[in-house]
């Protein structure tokens, strides 16, 4: 798994891209707090002084998911259409 750090609030995480899915994993316990099938590109951001994150999912060539994944792992998709997220590089 490639995995891409994040820290969101006081509660560190780990999200990256296992063979074809995007996780959010706790990195102190291992557990995975969320998951979801992709074809392509991930993009990650931690909530401004807060213990989320957003995570944007694509193909490749755009985006089309975006989701709002809480620390207890309960996510809302907030975009299910194309758009082009402005965070979490190239």
């Known amino acids: 798994m ?3 750090p994040f820290f969101a609030g006081p509660v560190p ?3 990256g891209n296992g063979p074809n899915n995007a996780q959010l994993v706790d990195w102190q316990t291992g557990k995975i707090l969320w ?9 990650a951001m931690a ?6 994150m957003a995570i ?7 985006f089309d ?3 709002l994944v809480a620390a207890d792992g309960h996510a809302t998709q907030v975009v299910k259409e ?6 979490g590089g190239p």
Do not use: H, K
């Open 2 to 4: 490639v995995t891409l």
């Open 82 to 87: 194309t758009f082009y997220p402005a965070f």
């Open 65 to 67: 998911q975006l989701w």
């Open 35 to 43: 998951t979801q099938t992709v074809d392509g590109s991930v993009r």
């Open 56 to 62: 944007a999912v694509g193909n490749a060539a755009y």
């Open 13 to 15: 995480f780990l999200a």
């Open 47 to 52: 909530e401004p002084n807060g213990t989320g």
